[in-house]
């Protein structure tokens, strides 16, 4: 069966750091690109960043450049996001979900993880 | 980048009728469109992707339509299980942006 479980969400400070993995299962990991998600409470969804199969290449939303990390390691079937400089702002749930497409992100995202929920707040 | 916007924002509708929900690129993106519905405390779910093609396992009655900047999303016959919130997303250039959702109730 393929399926995307993320962790690492919690409760963090402002101006602090916190790394959100997402593991992979039941599909060749290194062949397809991946996005991270989010939604804030009660809003709609926010395409957060994507990461090439191989990990060579990433995009992100303007809003998290300079502040989030994204990678994988394909050995273990993982994906990671590192998210430092915190504000209350990024609180959401965050997403992970696997591109349709081996090798191209055209297709839509078509299997999503269940979700971790951050939350940034003094 | 690329802005999504959807109309109407909301809707109320009875089962059996049949909804269609608008969705505009500020660019054009070809067909690189997809719609994602998404029930609460859910991850979404793909119903359609590249504008028109159905996704596996979901119902027919769902169908998308449109290239270009301009898009529809239909729902036949709408079931009790449709009520839920429809996105689209382009997928044509980073950032992937989404549109704002709709909300389809009862």
Avoid: H
């Avoid at chain 1, 915190?86 to 839509?108: F, H, M, N, P």
């Amino acid at each position: 069966e393929v399926q995307l479980l993320e962790s690492g969400g919690g409760l963090v400070q402002p101006g602090g750091s916190l790394r959100l993995s997402c593991a992979a299962s039941g599909f060749t990991f290194s062949s397809y690109a991946m996005s991270w998600v989010r939604q804030a409470p009660g809003k709609g969804l926010e395409w957060v960043s994507v990461i090439s199969g191989s990990g060579a290449t990433t995009y992100s939303a303007d809003s998290v450049k300079g502040r989030f990390t994204f990678s994988r390691d394909n050995s273990k079937n993982t994906l990671y996001l590192q998210m430092n400089s915190l504000r209350a702002e990024d609180t959401a749930v965050y997403y992970c979900a696997k591109a349709q497409g081996s090798g191209s992100v055209y297709y839509g995202m078509d299997v999503w993880g269940q979700g971790t929920t951050v939350t940034v707040s003094s | 980048d690329i802005q999504m916007t959807q109309s109407p924002s909301s809707l109320s509708a009875s089962v059996g009728d049949r909804v269609t929900i608008s969705c505009r690129a500020s660019q054009s993106i070809s067909s690189y469109l997809n719609w994602y519905q998404q029930k609460p405390g859910k991850a979404p779910k793909v119903l359609i992707y590249t504008a028109s093609s159905l996704q596996s396992g979901v119902p027919s009655r769902f169908s998308g339509s449109g290239s270009g900047t301009d898009f529809t999303l239909t729902i036949n016959i709408l079931q009790p299980e449709d009520f839920a919130t429809y996105y689209c997303q382009q997928s044509y250039t980073a950032p992937l942006t989404f549109g704002p959702g709709t909300i389809v109730d009862i």
